[in-house]
């Protein structure tokens, strides 16, 4: 099966990451791919604030709306990695962190809402606080699909193992990790996490991310991933704008299994 991971760098203007959404659900799928998969915030990315004031319901969300439409179109898999969706609590209006896998007819077929908060001091200059926005999601995700088994996950997620072992647990053999993984961790732990991931549950790993400069100045780290369930980096896009492909068979995931007596 040919995937296709969409490295992107995601701005302050809604329209603008519509249109290369866009573009790269045709292009992928005229490369072929079956499925093709969008990093965290691929709809936008903004400071709390503004995120919070550019955000919408999951009903009226036009990036959902315009995916849903192109997958349809071009029957082709979606992954959006996450987008934000407002959720009201009591009077207080937050968002969700939410991935949306949408089949080769445009229907939504699960959504996950991120469980880990990237609370985190990265440098003095550089503090995220995502709980101060966002509410943290409680259910564990594994759609499965005619194309495979997919365990939803979402960035910061990627440091707690244990969410990962239950996805295997549940019976996923794709997992995917979208991601705006920040500049300075990233070149230290964003191979090296994947990895592991991708190891100790025998999973595939799809990890498209987000690359570049962005609001204020923020950098992300990029170099999208596809990984084997051996742990072997099968393509990498670096540091550029680009989309990677990949053909990966889901037997392997058994197989290694079957190896390691799981």
């Known amino acids: 099966m040919k995937v296709a991971l969409v490295q ?3 701005v302050s203007d809604i329209e603008a990451n519509i249109k290369s959404i866009s573009i790269s659900i045709e292009k992928a799928a005229k490369n072929n791919a079956k499925i093709v998969l969008f990093p965290e915030n691929c709809s936008f990315m903004g400071s709390g604030k503004v995120m919070l004031e550019n955000a919408y ?10 995916a849903r439409e192109l997958a349809n179109k071009y029957n082709i898999f979606v992954l959006l990695g996450s987008i934000s969706v407002l959720k009201k609590i009591k009077s207080i209006l ?7 896998f949408i089949d080769d007819k445009g229907k939504v077929l699960d959504k996950y809402d991120k469980i880990n908060m990237f609370d985190a001091v990265i440098s003095k200059k550089e503090i995220y606080k995502e709980s101060n926005r966002y509410c943290a999601g409680k259910r564990i995700v594994v759609v499965k699909s005619k194309i495979g088994n997919f365990g939803l996950s979402i960035c910061y997620d990627i440091r707690f ?34 990895r592991s ?25 990029g170099h999208s991933m596809i990984i084997d369930p051996w742990g072997r980096v099968v393509a990498e896009a670096k540091k550029n ?3 990677i492909y990949g053909d990966i068979d ?9 190896l390691w007596g799981r």
């Not at 319901?57 to 315009?66: C, F, G, Q, S």
């Not at 937050?94 to 949306?100: A, C, F, L, P, T």
């Not at 239950?166 to 990790?177: D, Q």
Request: glycine share 6%.
């Open 8 to 10: 992107m760098t995601s």
């Open 57 to 66: 319901y999951e009903k009226t969300h036009p990036t959902l709306r315009v």
């Open 94 to 100: 937050k968002m969700n962190n939410r991935s949306y």
């Open 161 to 194: 193992p244990g969410l990962y072992q239950k996805l295997a647990e549940l019976g996923s053999n794709i997992i995917t990790i979208p991601s705006a993984f920040t500049e300075k961790t990233g070149k230290d732990h964003w191979r090296v996490l994947l």
């Open 197 to 221: 991931r991708a190891i100790e549950t025998f999973c595939w790993v799809l990890a498209p991310a987000q690359v570049g400069i962005h609001y204020d100045g923020r950098k992300t780290w």
């Open 241 to 243: 704008k680009k989309i």
């Open 250 to 258: 889901i037997g392997l995931s058994n197989k290694t299994k079957l």
